[in-house]
């Protein structure tokens, strides 16, 4: 079974820096998109940023410019670094993927899912 974790989530007063990690585990074929997601108390989730299996990027407007969002392929791990933190950027942050598991009974890409991780809360004090 497919999973992500995240990590890296804390408390950092404004003006800081944190680094998000999210790991994908499991049998997989290939990993399409991947992305960091937020949830604030009270509102919807919303995307931060996301990348394709080629390097292309896409950023929320409100993150732009400070936050930057990597992966690497062989390890199968995103990442989320955050800097010039808002208090406003203070939700939780969920992992992202669009991925083909591999189907060891066909030995080969099973079918297209989405996974999500479990979240990471990531706190800016004013």
């Known amino acids: 079974q497919v999973q992500l974790v995240e990590s890296g989530g804390g408390l950092v007063q404004a003006g800081g820096s944190l680094r998000l990690s999210c790991v994908v585990s499991?049998?997989?074929?290939?990993?399409?998109?991947m992305g960091w997601y937020r949830q604030a108390p009270g509102k919807q989730r919303e995307l931060v940023a996301a990348?394709?299996?080629?390097?292309?990027?896409n950023y929320a407007d409100s993150v732009k410019g400070r936050f930057t969002i990597s992966r690497d392929n062989a390890k199968n791990m995103v990442y989320l670094q955050m800097n010039s933190l808002k208090p406003e950027d203070t939700a939780v942050y969920y992992c992202?993927?669009?991925?083909?598991?591999?189907?060891?009974?066909?030995?080969?890409?099973?079918?297209?899912?989405?996974?999500w991780g479990q979240g990471t809360l990531v706190t800016v004090s004013s």
């Open positions: 992202n993927a669009d991925l083909w598991p591999f189907d060891a009974s066909s030995w080969s890409r099973g079918q297209r899912t989405e996974v």
């Open positions: 499991g049998s997989i074929f290939s990993i399409n998109t």
């Open positions: 990348i394709i299996s080629g390097g292309s990027t």
